[in-house]
């Protein structure tokens, strides 16, 4: 079935410092690509998106290209803040049921910037 | 803009008592809902969702339901809480499938649940 495999965390970076975070997937079909970001005690914000291959998502600073031919959705900031720390998901979305899609998500990947 | 409540923020409950949580969302019609519960330093696990009012699939067999008795209302229940029940549950809503493909999923802020 679908899936997707993130690194595992966590990630500790100094500020100003370069970030990658990997994710690849399985999946059939042509799924569309998420990252979604959870800051301490709150729920999911979408962060990005990549509907189709080769499309890069960019938000905030952050970036990821939809990479069909590595299947993989990497995520990426130049430079990291202090207030960049939290939790990261991978996710994709697949068809499912005929009229809901589903969102299958990684295990998350914490990053903790530190001054 | 469309937005998405959960109630309450934070709930601490004994062991066999009852159940739930309510989420509500504004500003879209006919959403797709669904249900996630996030445990301790894991992922997210989706417990239901609905296309519609009355229609409910759940994806793993539990301890809870879940109901929707309104277009825009979706409620998460149990009648006897497991101390394994515990965690922190996120309601999320999309535009249906058959309007957009592959659409992303918008979240609620969630509900910690502490099973005493």
């Known amino acids: 079935g679908d899936s997707v495999t993130q690194m595992e965390g966590p990630v500790t970076l100094s500020e100003e410092a370069f970030l990658t975070i990997n994710c690849t997937y399985t999946a059939t079909g042509y799924p569309s690509l998420f990252w979604y970001v959870q800051y301490p005690g709150e729920g999911l914000q979408l962060l990005l998106k990549?509907?189709?291959?080769?499309d890069k998502g960019s938000n905030k600073g952050f970036e990821a290209t939809y990479r069909k031919e590595t299947t993989s959705f990497h995520l990426e900031k130049g430079s990291v803040q202090v207030s960049d720390s939290a939790v990261y998901f991978c996710a994709l979305s697949t068809h499912y049921g005929g009229a809901t899609n589903k969102l299958i998500f990684g295990t998350g990947t914490l990053l903790a910037v530190q001054p | 803009s469309q937005t998405i409540h959960q109630w309450p923020a934070t709930l601490v409950q004994p062991v066999g008592s009852p159940l739930s949580l309510e989420c509500t969302v504004e500003g879209t019609s006919n959403p797709n809902l669904y249900w996630y519960r996030q445990a301790a330093g894991r992922g997210l696990q989706l417990l239901f969702y609905?296309?519609?009012?009355?229609?409910i699939s759940s994806e793993v067999p539990q301890n809870l339901s879940a109901s929707r008795p309104q277009d825009r209302q979706f409620i998460l229940s149990s009648k006897k809480l497991l101390l394994s029940d515990s965690g922190f549950y996120l309601c999320?809503?999309?535009?249906?499938?058959?309007?957009?493909?592959?659409?992303?999923?918008?979240f609620g802020d969630g509900t910690r649940l502490s099973i005493l």
């Open positions: 999320a809503w999309s535009v249906p499938r058959t309007t957009k493909r592959n659409q992303p999923q918008h």
């Open positions: 609905s296309v519609g009012i009355g229609q």
């Open positions: 990549a509907t189709k291959a080769d």
